[in-house]
């Protein structure tokens, strides 16, 4: 899983999802099965559907997966 935080700073990862996943995918030697979430600038977490490294679409993630997602990041600062 990667996990992106969108800063707001410029335009949002839910409106370049597409060059987001071709820069992720370059940058990390391809996505290929790992999924690829991201934390809006309201601070909602959303996964970004990638196929063979394209952008498929958005898929939005459960009250229990916020709730994992957001105890990761805490954890990890």
Do not use: P
Not at 17 to 27: F, G
Not at 59 to 73: E, M, P, V
Request: proline share 0%.
């Amino acid at each position: 899983m990667l996990i992106l935080l969108d800063l707001d700073r410029g335009a949002t990862i839910t409106n370049t999802a597409e060059q987001v996943v071709r820069t992720v995918d370059e940058l990390v030697g391809g996505i290929g099965k790992r999924r690829l979430i991201y934390r809006d600038t309201i601070g909602r977490y959303d996964e970004i559907l990638v196929d063979n490294g394209v952008f498929r679409g958005f898929k939005a993630c459960s009250i229990s997966q916020q709730d994992f997602l957001r105890g990761l990041l805490l954890k990890s600062l």
